[in-house]
């Protein structure tokens, strides 16, 4: 049976006659800090979701290899679980995580602190949209959960493909997007607060147009779970 999440709590609650507007209301709130955790509330959350997204995590990465000596960036890093956990496979690497939100940073450093010290491990308050790192920096690229709320998901994808080295891997995973079981459920998610929202074959669309080959999709149904894995194309442009 799949785990009722917050999103699944408040939608279905909001199915309630009488509070709809109020608990919708929430749910935007709600969502507002998972897109952009800020204050004590947001630190909090930040440090739940390295649990609350650890098994989505986990799945997500049993999709792809990763070398021990590979550079790793991971875009929209939260609490900074996700980062720990590339750095224990990538142990002759490094890894860089980077969050818009400056509180999602410093409990993602927090989390990190170690391997922060060992020079293993940077935290960076970021956009993707722009980001500080040389052409060619990363061998993989993950976004757990965040590609949702990219400002710009086609361009800032361009972005991507330019710091990611060639024949390079990107991995984007969540639990939000176009899967008959629970697309009313979503929709009502995506109509709260405005996000990214696409089918499998729409995410083929973009990430090809953008310079990426070897596209393979892994899907969970029953959970709403997905993976997509591509690579930046030898000798490709964004």
């Known amino acids: 049976m799949r785990a009722l999440t917050v999103p699944d709590f408040f939608v279905r609650l909001c199915n309630t006659a009488g509070i709809r507007e109020s608990c919708m209301s929430l749910l935007k709130r709600m969502l507002s800090q998972g897109k952009k955790p800020s204050g004590r509330f947001g630190r909090f959350l930040a440090r739940g979701m390295n649990f609350g997204h650890s098994g989505l995590t986990r799945w997500g990465l049993s999709f792809i290899d990763i070398a021990s000596d590979i550079d790793a960036l991971d875009i929209g890093c939260g609490g900074g679980r996700t980062v720990e956990r590339l750095a224990g496979i990538a142990t002759d690497g490094k890894v860089v995580g980077i969050d818009y939100s400056p509180d999602a940073v410093v409990v993602a450093r927090k989390k990190n602190r170690a391997l922060i010290n060992e020079g293993r ?67 009502r998610i995506v109509d709260a607060i405005g996000m990214t929202y696409l089918s499998i074959e729409e995410f083929r669309e973009i990430l090809e147009g953008v310079g990426y080959l070897e596209f393979d999709a892994l899907e969970e149904k029953n959970k709403g779970w997905f993976a997509v894995k591509c690579r930046k194309q030898e000798g490709g442009t964004a």
């Open 121 to 187: 491990v940077e935290i960076f308050q970021e956009t993707v949209s722009s980001m500080r790192f040389s052409d060619s920096a990363f061998g993989l690229t993950t976004a757990f959960e965040t590609h949702y709320f990219w400002p710009d998901f086609r361009n800032d994808l361009k972005e991507v493909h330019r710091v990611t080295k060639q024949n390079g891997q990107l991995l984007i995973v969540g639990d939000v997007y176009k899967n008959k079981k629970y697309d009313r459920r979503n929709q």
